[in-house]
């Protein structure tokens, strides 16, 4: 089955950090750029950031450039994302998802994974 | 970054109804213009990408047209699982930011 799936959410104290991780099967991952999405409670989507597939070009929303780093091992099928000096306003649901390449529109999405930061 | 602006924010319609949602971006964004469909607790869905390109599988209700800046999706004969929320995205420059949704409501 073609799929995603997050994991490594959970509650973190301000100034924190968590690693979350995606698991990708089903297509052949290192063909792809991947990203992710984050929508906070009650709220919109907000993309985040993005990787090409040899893991050589990431991109970063402003607000989380510094803080957060984008990283994938093809070897294992599998997309992360490191967030440092996590703030109360990164609290949200982190999806990931595969980017087609051109027009950059995500074609495959997971289900996310809750991240919480609050004391 | 480019700001995407969506309007209305929210809609309510009647089965059977033709909506249309606008997008609108800061600043021209030649075709690089998708739209998602999300239903609440669920992640969201690919319907059109590159402004009028349906995705597989997707029924042919849903239409997408515009340009540069501009950018309209539209639902002809509304059914009762179409009520969600419609997200524009742009690929033209990272961040590929969306557009803040419109909520469609069941009148």
């Known amino acids: 089955e073609v799929q995603l799936v997050e994991s490594g959410g959970g509650l973190v104290q301000p100034g924190g950090s968590l690693r979350l991780s995606c698991a990708a099967s089903g297509f052949t991952f290192g063909t792809y750029w991947v990203g992710w999405v984050r929508q906070a409670p009650g709220r919109g989507l907000e993309w985040v950031a993005n990787i090409n597939q040899d893991g050589s070009k990431k991109y970063y929303v402003d607000s989380v450039r510094g803080r957060f780093t984008i990283s994938r091992d093809n070897a294992k099928n599998s997309l992360y994302l490191h967030m440092n000096s996590l703030r109360a306003e990164d609290t949200a649901v982190y999806l990931c998802a595969r980017d087609r390449g051109y027009y950059s529109p995500f074609d495959l999405w997971g289900q996310g994974t809750l991240v919480t930061v609050s004391s | 970054d480019i700001q995407m602006t969506q309007s209305p924010s929210s809609l309510s319609a009647s089965v059977g109804d033709r909506v249309t949602i606008t997008c609108r971006a800061g600043q021209s964004i030649a075709n690089y213009l998708n739209w998602y469909q999300q239903k609440p607790g669920k992640a969201p869905r690919l319907l059109i990408y590159?402004?009028?390109s349906l995705e597989t599988g997707v029924p042919s209700r849903f239409s997408g047209s515009g340009s540069g800046t501009d950018f309209t999706l539209t639902i002809t004969g509304l059914q009762p699982e179409d009520f969600a929320t419609y997200y524009c995205?742009?690929?033209?420059?990272?961040?590929?930011?969306f557009g803040q949704g419109t909520k469609l409501e069941i009148q």
């Open positions: 995205q742009q690929g033209y420059n990272t961040p590929h930011t």
């Open positions: 590159a402004v009028s």
